[in-house]
């Protein structure tokens, strides 16, 4: 049984927000504790509530997601914060990534892949809409000009399954059953593959897997 997941749902459209909302509240785990309209009223609200998901829409009035994505992660927010988009703002996707968001949903899709993000992102994974993983690979290409296939070819076979596991969006404990080795092994292993890829946590380690093929796509 899941915890009550606390949402703060942000776009400018009215019909968006409340749509989201219904979406969102027909599962009994989930609960929309705000909406907001811009990237301001965001961060005025989740300072107060401190919910534990944010659905940001890019393209808002005052403050547009992105701005107020890096304004929330400057302050240090413990909130989740998954990018609600279009298909027309892909070229977003790596910049989004990149300042630290766990999530990115296109607002076609299908509601069990959002409420698969919001779930997803709560318990720590990340969610990338399966449709832009190709689209991320390619800006990931464009920006890493770094020896990957050196840094690849550092990991140990272990290290190379347990990052295949990071990018199926399993954590720690579920790496370790899944492996048959304790938690701290798996802890010690997740380290090491960080430092010997160069990132800094599971999303750019995902990304990181994605683009080797480590995990297909």
Same mark, same amino acid.
């Given at each position: *049984? ?19 909302? $219904?979406?969102?509240? =027909? ?13 301001? /009223?965001?961060?005025?609200?989740? $300072? ?6 944010? =659905?940001? /829409?890019?393209?808002?009035?005052? *403050? ?9 992660? /400057? *302050? ?6 998954? *990018? =609600?988009?279009?298909?027309?703002? $892909? ?98 292993? @997740? ?7 160069? @990132?800094?946590?599971?999303? $750019? ?13």
């Amino acid at each position: *049984m899941y915890d009550v997941i606390r949402v703060l749902i942000a776009d400018d459209h009215e019909l968006m927000r409340q749509g989201l909302k $219904q979406i969102i509240e =027909l599962e009994d785990d989930i609960k929309v504790v705000e909406l907001a309209v811009d990237g301001e /009223d965001t961060i005025k609200k989740s $300072q107060k509530l401190k919910p534990d998901v944010i =659905l940001l /829409d890019i393209n808002m009035p005052n *403050m547009n997601g992105i701005q107020a994505l890096r304004r929330l992660k /400057d *302050m240090g927010t413990d909130s989740k914060i998954i *990018m =609600l988009t279009i298909h027309e703002d $892909q070229e977003y996707l790596f910049e989004t990534i990149n300042i630290g968001a766990s999530g990115y949903v296109l607002k076609d899709a299908e509601s069990s892949s959002l409420v698969k993000a919001i779930r997803d992102v709560y318990l720590g994974h990340s969610y990338i809409h399966p449709s832009l993983a190709s689209s991320l690979v390619k800006e990931y290409n464009k920006h890493d000009k770094s020896d990957d296939l050196y840094k690849k070819d550092k990991l140990t076979r272990r290290e190379y399954e347990v990052l295949g596991l990071i990018a199926e969006g399993k954590n720690n404990r579920e790496i370790a059953d899944n492996l048959f080795i304790s938690e701290k092994t798996v802890k010690n292993h @997740v380290s090491n593959i960080f430092r010997k890829i160069e @990132v800094s946590d599971r999303t $750019q380690a995902a990304i990181y897997a994605y683009k080797h093929n480590i995990k297909k796509i």
